[in-house]
């Protein structure tokens, strides 16, 4: 099967066009993590910390000025702030604008940010870059996903929107690479130069946007049938009027009359009936993959190693950050191979054993015996895998392919906030968490107790919420919640109702979609299908 290239016998048209144009929008992910990434390092870095401290207090361990608790919360979680409005911003963007100008547009709003930051010689400019930065980055992360998952077949869609992690964990290696050459310069390159490298992943990715086509269903949404048919035309490298381009165009046509005969959909009704439970599962899917503790890693990483005694932590800083894109590769295959479901409980159970692992690790032995050392990096690795073949891409996924389209655009930018909030609180208070002196916590190796706890509650979640949506179009993901109550109970699902049948048939203002199934199905003279509510 190697990665899901080919298209299932069959399938009419190419489908390498859509390959192509969903793997070039996950670029956007290389400006998420090497945005992300970057600071961990820039922390550590000599010229910068003698120029933009304002303590006065030496850290023994280095010998270098140390900041306050409050100034490491601030300067690393500014930019989770602003990628929490960016995601909420995102919505509006790209209905108004569509999903191809909306992503343009969050990548000029980036590219202010990282002037900023360049810019500053002093803590509250290189926050404020930061702030405008992270505002960028939380609209191109909504924004990736939701055009991604528009335009991709079905039968690949989950390795094409995987691949946005796998380029979030590029950026991520990127950003430790640039960061351990740069690191002991003693001028202001040390820290402008790795800044700098962003205006290089905007151009790519805008110029690149230039040349790409909206996706066909924004173009249904926004009433231009004959632009959808277009584009689609191009993603499937078939003529307008082929059979199976007709066919996928009107059923995707038929699905939003549908949606819309039920009322058009306001941020309140996101929060209602079927809808809130999918939006419920998407908020605390991406919630639960920050709280997972990976990101204390890669924000934090560099200066817990270094504390806990490990020399070379930009070089261990690198390992990880590599051993993450690595493992992120299996993760695409593993997305379309095991389903949803079965990946997230691994990933999962695999976190969950590392984490505690570590937890006791260094806390039992002690960070300070070389063993101790050896045995803390390696589960760390070990849980970098597990968490990057599995929670990394598949949560990107999930609530990528759960929405309806009249509320995609909402309900994406809520997970993707969602997801932000949470990486914002855990950037804020890991300095309180694990650093010594008055008023923190000083959990050192401890912290990781509480990774691993919650790991343990993403098991639970995963099996009681997770639908298994892997081969499926969007559309038929809208049937399987219509008739599946529950979670565990959706693998093996077999979607019967065609939209275009339904429309045929006729419905009234507020029907059920099971009462459209019986009504097809009558007549065609088909039986009750065995998941009818």
């Known amino acids: 099967m190697g990665l899901a290239i080919k298209p299932p016998p069959g399938t009419p048209g190419k489908a390498w066009p859509a390959i ?26 000599p010229y910068w910390l003698e120029t933009f401290t304002t303590t006065g207090v030496i850290n023994p361990a280095t010998g270098l000025p140390t900041l306050t608790a ?46 900023l930051q360049t810019a500053s010689t002093a803590i509250p400019l290189f926050v404020a870059g930061r702030f405008v930065a992270g505002y960028g980055v939380g609209m191109i992360s909504a924004s990736i996903p939701l055009y991604q998952s528009e335009t991709a077949p079905k039968w690949i869609r989950g390795t094409i929107v995987g691949s946005y992690q796998l380029a ?24 402008r130069i790795p800044i700098a490298v962003q205006f290089a992943w905007a151009i790519i990715l805008f110029s690149g946007m230039l040349m790409l086509p909206e996706t066909p269903r924004y173009h249904i949404k926004s009433g231009h049938p004959e632009k959808a048919a277009k584009s689609l035309s191009r993603l499937r490298r078939l003529d307008a009027d082929h059979p199976a381009l007709v066919e996928e165009l009107g059923e995707i ?14 941020y309140l009704d996101c929060f209602k009936g079927n809808l809130g439970k999918r939006l419920a599962t998407g908020c605390l899917l991406q919630s639960l993959q920050q709280l997972t503790g990976v990101n204390f890693i890669f924000y934090y990483g560099t200066s817990y190693f270094t504390n806990s005694g490990i020399k070379n932590s930009f070089i261990i800083s690198m390992i990880t950050s590599a051993v993450n894109t690595g493992s992120t590769f299996p993760g695409l295959y593993m997305v379309e191979a095991w389903g949803r479901r079965p990946l997230l409980l691994f990933g999962a159970i695999g976190m969950a054993t590392c984490q505690f692992i570590v937890a006791g690790v260094g806390t039992g032995i002690g960070t300070a015996n070389e063993i101790g050392q050896k ?25 990528g392919e759960i929405f309806p389209l009249k509320v995609r655009a909402k309900a994406l930018s809520m997970t993707t906030a969602s997801n932000w909030l949470l990486n914002w609180a855990i950037a804020y208070a890991t300095p309180y968490l694990v650093d010594a002196g008055p008023g923190n916590a000083n959990l050192q190796s401890k912290v990781f ?43 093996g699902f077999q979607p ?22 019986n009504s097809a199905q009558r007549k065609k003279s088909i039986g009750t299908n065995e998941y009818a509510a």
């Open 20 to 45: 192509v144009v969903g793997f070039f929008v996950a670029f956007g992910g290389v400006l998420f993590g090497y945005d992300t990434g970057t600071i961990g390092g820039i922390l550590a870095m």
């Open 70 to 115: 409050s100034q490491s919360a601030e300067i690393v979680s500014l930019l989770s702030a602003g990628t929490f409005f960016g995601a909420l911003t995102a919505s509006p963007a790209c209905d108004l604008l569509g999903r191809r100008m909306g992503l343009m547009a969050a990548v000029g709003v980036f590219t202010v940010g990282v002037i």
């Open 168 to 191: 979030i964990t590029i950026g991520l290696l990127l950003a430790s690479v640039v960061d351990h050459a740069t690191k002991d310069r003693n001028d202001t390159g040390s820290y």
């Open 253 to 266: 046509t038929a699905n939003h009359e549908y949606e819309l005969s039920l009322g058009k959909a306001t």
């Open 375 to 399: 045995a803390l990096i390696s589960f760390v690795c070990i849980y970098i895998f597990f968490f990057a073949c599995s929670w990394g891409p598949c949560a990107w996924v999930v609530t």
């Open 449 to 491: 107790f509480i990774w691993g706890g919650f790991c343990f509650v993403c098991i639970f979640f995963v099996w009681a919420m997770i639908y298994e949506t892997k081969g499926m179009s969007l559309e038929q993901v809208d049937e399987m919640y219509a008739k599946v109550g529950k979670a565990w109970q959706s693998p």
């Open 496 to 517: 019967t109702v065609s939209f275009q049948e339904v429309a045929e048939v006729g419905y009234e203002r507020k029907s059920s979609l099971v009462d459209l199934e």
